[in-house]
């Protein structure tokens, strides 16, 4: 079906209020998987009796799911109706979270793959039309803070209410019950970007302020695979850390709870100051804060040292994603390659899992943190290093002048 929206009209709906939250929607519930991670492995080792290396496995498969469909939205992401689908996505979803209720191990492992899939092509469009907005910094951490926000908030309420009762099923039952929910906020989901037609891209060119360069463009989605991969080894594993440190399962869920929904500030903090500040120091300060979460971390067996450590851990996590996007964004000058944005994070996400659960040895997390550690440090310095490449080229950045 044609569109007749004007490059003008569509931009005035992308960047309206309601297009705007049921974005943020839709990504914060296709990415619940993802930001829940350490409570569905849990649930699902507990119900089926998986070790260390399957839990690692079943969630790296799933990061796979999700790569793989980010990297061929690029195709898509343009030219097919948005609107469509998420709702397409979001039906198979559904059935994928009730099929897990009386899966094996093996059968998970194909759900979670396709489950990833959809889902992926869900946060293509909720991260393409959030980098459409004339304010990309604001709407990331918008958008990551509220999907952090309604993650800590299940986080804390499934392991005291649902896990107990009815363990891994009333998780994927309460998943399933979340995308429900998100299909009656598509009519306010814009039906395109204002790139659809190549007429367009010029008047968007608000949106992606960048300087066309593509060496710039691989260089920071390659320094956000790095950092996924070192923060995912850490994410999927921190409720079997805290487990071990001899924390139990409900001091456990009120502990990560809590501190996923207080680190939402994070992300938070980040769509309030934009770029006001610069995109340098916000990374370096972020990357610094999470070296200091690794070192609490293995003192975990306080609940209040572990508390801490999750809280800056995923604070750090939420407000520097924003603006590692942005730059990204920044060197991309038509948006073209915006759906590489989350496949190269979850890219990043498939192999972290898997390797961290080689890494652990007799329920030592040391090469772990260390592996964390260094991905983090190597990333803080690309994404500066880009920065300032990008300052050299134009210093006068329109993305940065527009804020």
Not at 45 to 55: F, I, K, T, V
Not at 96 to 121: K, T
Request: net charge negative; hydrophobic share 55%.
């Amino acid at each position: 079906m044609p569109h007749t929206n004007t490059p003008q009209d569509t931009s005035d709906i992308i960047n309206s209020k309601p297009a705007l939250f049921t974005a943020v929607m839709i990504l914060s519930i296709a990415y619940l998987v993802y930001n829940m991670l350490p409570v569905i492995l849990g649930s699902a080792a507990d119900s089926l009796g998986l070790n260390e290396q399957q839990m690692g496995y079943l969630g790296s498969i799933y990061m796979a799911g999700s790569t793989i469909a980010n990297v061929v939205a690029v195709l898509w992401i343009r030219s097919f109706n948005w609107r469509k689908m998420v709702m397409y996505s979001s039906i198979v979803a559904t059935a994928c979270y009730l099929g897990g209720m009386a899966a094996s191990y093996q059968s998970l492992l194909i759900l979670f793959f396709v489950l990833g899939i959809v889902n992926g092509c869900i946060v293509s469009v909720a991260v393409t039309c959030l980098g459409d907005t004339r304010s990309p910094d604001r709407s990331f951490g918008f958008g990551v803070g509220f999907q952090v926000a309604l993650a800590g908030i299940l986080a804390f309420l499934l392991p005291i209410t649902v896990v107990p009762l009815w363990g891994f099923n009333g998780v994927m039952v309460a998943l399933a019950g979340t995308v429900f929910i998100s299909l009656f906020l598509l009519h306010l989901l814009p039906e395109q970007g204002p790139e659809q037609t190549p007429d367009s891209a010029d008047a968007s060119s608000d949106a992606h302020a960048g300087h066309g360069s593509l060496t710039a463009v691989w260089m920071g989605i390659t320094a956000l695979m790095i950092y996924a991969l070192g923060q995912s080894a850490i994410w999927a594993f921190l409720d079997r850390i805290a487990l071990n440190a001899g924390i139990d399962n409900e001091l456990l869920g009120l502990i990560f709870g809590i501190t996923l929904i207080l680190s939402a500030a994070g992300g938070f903090i980040a769509s309030y100051t934009g770029a006001k500040f610069g995109r340098i120091w916000p990374v370096v300060i972020a990357s610094s804060i999470t070296l200091v979460s690794f070192i609490m971390m293995p003192m975990s067996s306080n609940p209040w040292v572990y508390a801490a450590a999750v809280l800056l851990f995923a604070g750090a996590w939420n407000f520097i994603l924003p603006f590692q996007m942005t730059i990204i964004i920044e060197s991309d000058s038509h948006g073209k390659l915006t759906p590489m944005i989350p496949a190269c994070q979850l890219l990043g996400s498939t192999i972290g899992p898997a390797l961290a659960g080689n890494l652990i040895f007799d329920g030592d997390y040391f090469y772990v943190y260390l592996l964390a550690t260094i991905s983090t440090l190597i990333s803080m310095v690309m994404f500066v290093g880009i920065e300032k490449f990008l300052h050299r080229s134009n210093t006068e950045l329109p993305a940065v002048a527009g804020l």
